[in-house]
Nanobody, 117 residues
Framework: VQLQASGGGLVQAGESLRLSCRVP???????????WGWYRQAPGKEREPVAF???????NYEDSVKGRFTITKENSRKMVYLQMNDLKPEDTGVYYC?????????WGQGTQVTVSS
């Protein structure tokens, strides 16, 4: 599937950002069937999972973002969001929208998040 991420930017520590992932070319029934998520990649590090929401609405978070980040999806608009609060410098990186169904995995282009101290 095609994934279009947006919403990154430069913020100071403690501020918030909301990332959006648009999935333009998918029918609603397929959108509902996918697991959606966000990965991030910091400079010099491997890409790591951040948050996921399953087809049933169950969410999972990487330990360092629990209580600060919230992943949601809006089925009717075929959108996935990542609300990031209380951002820290270690949250800096390129954030990628992610889609999984059965054995198929897709990543969109990234959006840069930079958190200054």
């Amino acid at each position: 599937v095609q994934l279009q991420a947006s919403g990154g930017g430069l913020v100071q520590a403690g501020e918030s950002l909301r990332l959006s992932c648009r999935v333009p070319r998918i029918i609603l029934s397929e959108f509902r069937a996918y697991t959606w998520g966000w990965y991030r990649q910091a400079p010099g590090k491997e890409r790591e999972p951040v948050a996921f929401v399953t087809s049933s609405g169950t969410t999972n978070y990487e330990d360092s973002v629990k209580g600060r980040f919230t992943i949601t999806k809006e089925n009717s608009r075929k959108m996935v969001y990542l609300q990031m609060n209380d951002l820290k410098p270690e949250d800096t990186g390129v954030y990628y929208c992610y889609a999984k169904r059965l054995s198929t995995h897709d990543w969109g282009q990234g959006t840069q998040v930079t958190v200054s101290s």
